[in-house]
């Protein structure tokens, strides 16, 4: 599979708000879960929101309430809504697609810069 393509990262003031988008290669039936990772200068790379094939989600609690997950089958793109941003949030976000058969391919990562 292609490495799929991130755009949407940038920087702003904290408050503000930013869209993520990640298009996957692929039919929407070869899909599995999607998902955002992040990772800050120094530290491990952390799940950040998830969305399987049935639209379930889940979130880091650090996140609860101010993002939001989805995808658009139809296009095989998944996106990250972030509101209310704070500093902490700064980081590079990855987006992770799941393949049958256990195939996982990762984004090249967009930086997401929050100012206080």
């Known amino acids: 599979q292609v490495q799929p393509v991130e755009s949407g990262g940038g920087l702003v003031q904290a408050g503000g708000s930013l869209r993520l988008s990640c298009a996957a290669s692929?039919?929407?039936?070869?899909?599995?879960?999607m998902g955002w990772y992040r990772q800050a200068p120094g530290k491990q790379r952390d799940l950040v929101a998830h969305?399987?094939?049935?639209?379930?989600?889940n979130y880091a609690d650090s996140v609860k309430g101010r993002f939001t997950i989805s995808r658009d089958n139809a296009k095989n793109t998944v996106y990250l809504q972030m509101n209310s941003l704070k500093p902490e949030d700064t980081a590079v976000y990855y987006c992770?697609?799941?393949?049958?058969?256990?195939?996982?391919?990762w984004g090249q990562g967009t930086q997401v810069t929050v100012s206080s």
């Open positions: 992770k697609i799941d393949y049958p058969m256990g195939l996982v391919v």
């Open positions: 969305i399987t094939s049935g639209g379930s989600t």
């Open positions: 692929g039919s929407a039936f070869s899909i599995n879960a």
